[in-house]
């Protein structure tokens, strides 16, 4: 019997995936001389935009999930995953480099679609909630995986010609790897058994991992129950009717909640985020850091402190709620941008140290408040307010959202930086402050709703407002409970 940890943990491999072949091509662009830089520096943009449209067409084969059951498309995204990584590291040519980038991205989005179906469907329900925030936070550890790897073949083989860069390429066969091996002895998701006439297996299932053997244990027969009726009401996708997107805008109801998935989507890619992660070097420069090996450590801490903050944010959303922790990030990520664009501009036109140093601090109190938030919701708000008809749908257009943020920001970043220098950290800042005031009018709070209580939140006038008294109805009444229980 595999155990559910190891299940949970090849899901959460996946993740690292995608970090590693961003940050494998992205952090080396400073590890070169300034000599071959410029020239490399064109690769990393058109290697991104194969990949950003690699993410973009691989969100339309999200349905490959309901249709082959959740193991297949793991396994084949990541053998994808390692072809892709062969062919741009042996690229001879700019063009073989650009469709092995598509290649990576396209079957990294296909690995990474079914990964947390399968790793909440597989969890035993007490720890869902937990694992589903921490599957993001490990794309900060497949950054760290990656920037050390450029790091370390920068450091031990400068004179070593292609092979300092094209060595951390060749790393990114490594996660994709140990998921091909592992998900072969996995079983399959419950509720795609039981989508495709099978549930006397998904009970088995079900019996074995989450009830430790006790076949007529009632969270077995509750589970088995709400997935029926799930799948009674949904039904499986396939490619014929995937794309019949009608269900997402049919109501007011269903549009308010694409609406919070497609906003969500977009400010978790263009808050500022991604200039920093991809763009930390030219920063750095920008600030007076012009050493390439303490550009790649500062790259290496960056990821570190992302992590460990993502990490710790996950289990505060169960606790604290989502709004507060958006409002509290978002609001802390606008003041970090507006200091890190007031020490640049102090550097630039004074050349204060003091100032540099400051833009380096808040770069880190940027990221850290990012990633306490935002890095852990991504897989989960976008979801959370979709109805179960709208789901699968719906996060496939979160998909194509947030590759289409990304792109932007990949390619108007360099020449931002470029031609209004310290002006685009402000740019970020303000638009940071709009979706705070954006998040504080029009979010909702998903904490602790069922189902029933979000359909009864967004069929209100003002579901952000309806929401918070809700939620202010159930604190009172725990209270009253308290208050009975002491009399």
Same mark, same amino acid.
């Given at each position: 019997?595999?155990p559910?940890?190891?299940?949970s943990?090849?899901?959460?491999?996946?993740?690292?995936?995608?970090?590693?072949?961003?940050?494998?091509?992205q952090?080396?662009e400073s590890?070169?001389?300034?000599?071959?830089?410029?020239?490399?520096?064109?690769?990393?943009?058109?290697g991104?935009l194969g990949?950003? +449209?690699?993410?973009? /067409?691989?969100a339309?084969?999200?349905?490959?999930?309901?249709?082959?059951?959740r193991?297949?498309?793991i396994? /084949?995204?990541?053998?994808? +995953?390692?072809?892709g990584t062969?062919v741009? %590291?042996?690229?001879?040519?700019?063009?073989?480099?650009?469709?092995?980038?598509?290649?990576?991205?396209f079957f990294?989005?296909i690995a990474n679609?079914?990964?947390?179906?399968?790793?909440?469907e597989?969890?035993?329900?007490?720890? @869902?909630?937990?694992?589903?925030?921490?599957?993001?936070?490990?794309?900060?550890?497949?950054?760290?995986?990656a920037t050390?790897?450029?790091y370390?073949?920068h450091?031990?083989m400068?004179?070593?010609?292609?092979l300092?860069?094209?060595l951390?390429?060749?790393?990114q066969m490594l996660?994709?790897?140990? /998921?091909?091996?592992?998900i072969?002895?996995c079983?399959?998701?419950?509720?795609?058994?039981?989508g495709?006439? @099978?549930?006397e297996e998904? @009970?088995?299932l079900?019996?074995?991992y989450h009830?430790?053997g006790e076949?007529?244990h009632p969270?077995?027969?509750?589970e088995? %129950?709400?997935?029926?009726e799930?799948?009674?009401?949904?039904g499986?996708y396939?490619?014929?009717?995937?794309f019949? #997107? @009608?269900?997402?805008f049919?109501?007011?109801n269903?549009?308010?909640?694409?609406?919070?998935?497609?906003a969500?989507a977009w400010? *978790?890619?263009?808050?500022?985020?991604?200039?920093?992660?991809y763009?930390?070097?030219?920063?750095?420069k920008?600030?007076g850091?012009?050493?390439?090996n303490?550009?790649l450590l #500062?790259?290496i801490?960056y990821?570190?402190v992302?992590?460990?903050? %993502?990490?710790g944010g %996950?289990?505060f959303?169960?606790?604290?709620?989502r709004r507060?922790?958006f409002?509290?990030?978002i609001g802390a990520?606008?003041?970090?941008?507006?200091i890190?664009a007031g020490?640049?501009?102090?550097?630039?036109?004074t050349?204060?140290?003091?100032?540099?140093?400051?833009?380096?601090f =808040?770069?880190?109190m940027?990221?850290?408040?990012?990633? +306490?938030?935002l890095?852990?919701?991504?897989?989960i708000?976008?979801?959370?307010?979709l109805?179960?008809?709208?789901?699968?749908?719906g996060m *496939?257009v979160?998909?194509?959202?947030?590759?289409?943020a990304?792109?932007?920001n990949?390619f108007a970043a360099? /020449?931002a930086l470029n031609?209004?220098?310290?002006?685009f950290?402000a740019?970020?800042?303000f638009?940071d402050?709009?979706?705070?005031l954006?998040?504080?009018?029009? =979010?909702?709070e998903?904490?602790?709703r069922?189902?029933?209580e979000?359909?009864?939140?967004?069929n209100?006038?003002n579901?952000?407002?309806?929401?918070?008294?809700i939620?202010?109805i159930?604190r009172?009444?725990?209270?009253?409970?308290?208050?009975?229980?002491?009399a």
């Amino acid at each position: 019997m595999v155990p559910s940890w190891v299940l949970s943990t090849l899901c959460l491999t996946t993740r690292l995936i995608t970090a590693c072949h961003q940050k494998a091509a992205q952090a080396q662009e400073s590890s070169l001389p300034s000599s071959t830089c410029v020239v490399f520096l064109v690769i990393v943009l058109t290697g991104l935009l194969g990949s950003q +449209v690699g993410q973009i /067409v691989g969100a339309f084969f999200m349905w490959t999930a309901d249709w082959a059951g959740r193991k297949l498309p793991i396994f /084949v995204g990541c053998i994808g +995953v390692i072809i892709g990584t062969v062919v741009t %590291a042996t690229a001879p040519t700019l063009g073989v480099f650009v469709g092995g980038r598509f290649l990576l991205s396209f079957f990294c989005t296909i690995a990474n679609t079914a990964a947390p179906l399968y790793m909440i469907e597989i969890a035993p329900p007490m720890y @869902r909630g937990t694992l589903a925030g921490l599957y993001n936070t490990w794309w900060f550890m497949g950054s760290i995986i990656a920037t050390c790897a450029v790091y370390g073949s920068h450091i031990n083989m400068p004179n070593d010609g292609e092979l300092d860069w094209r060595l951390p390429l060749w790393l990114q066969m490594l996660c994709p790897g140990l /998921v091909v091996f592992g998900i072969l002895f996995c079983p399959e998701s419950p509720r795609w058994l039981i989508g495709k006439g @099978r549930p006397e297996e998904a @009970r088995a299932l079900l019996t074995k991992y989450h009830a430790n053997g006790e076949e007529n244990h009632p969270l077995v027969e509750l589970e088995m %129950a709400e997935m029926q009726e799930a799948l009674a009401k949904e039904g499986m996708y396939s490619w014929k009717n995937f794309f019949d #997107l @009608r269900v997402l805008f049919n109501s007011r109801n269903h549009r308010y909640r694409i609406m919070l998935n497609i906003a969500f989507a977009w400010f *978790g890619q263009f808050s500022g985020n991604n200039v920093i992660s991809y763009y930390l070097p030219s920063m750095l420069k920008g600030i007076g850091v012009t050493s390439t090996n303490t550009q790649l450590l #500062l790259n290496i801490i960056y990821a570190l402190v992302g992590w460990v903050f %993502a990490t710790g944010g %996950a289990r505060f959303l169960d606790t604290v709620g989502r709004r507060p922790m958006f409002l509290g990030s978002i609001g802390a990520m606008a003041i970090c941008l507006a200091i890190v664009a007031g020490g640049a501009a102090g550097f630039t036109h004074t050349g204060s140290k003091a100032c540099s140093y400051a833009s380096i601090f =808040f770069v880190y109190m940027f990221g850290a408040t990012f990633a +306490v938030s935002l890095t852990p919701m991504q897989p989960i708000y976008p979801g959370e307010v979709l109805s179960n008809d709208m789901r699968a749908k719906g996060m *496939g257009v979160m998909q194509i959202s947030s590759g289409v943020a990304s792109f932007i920001n990949t390619f108007a970043a360099p /020449v931002a930086l470029n031609n209004i220098g310290y002006w685009f950290y402000a740019f970020f800042a303000f638009f940071d402050v709009f979706e705070f005031l954006f998040v504080y009018f029009l =979010f909702v709070e998903t904490k602790g709703r069922t189902l029933e209580e979000l359909e009864v939140v967004f069929n209100s006038p003002n579901p952000a407002k309806a929401s918070i008294a809700i939620r202010g109805i159930d604190r009172r009444q725990e209270k009253g409970d308290e208050i009975g229980d002491v009399a």
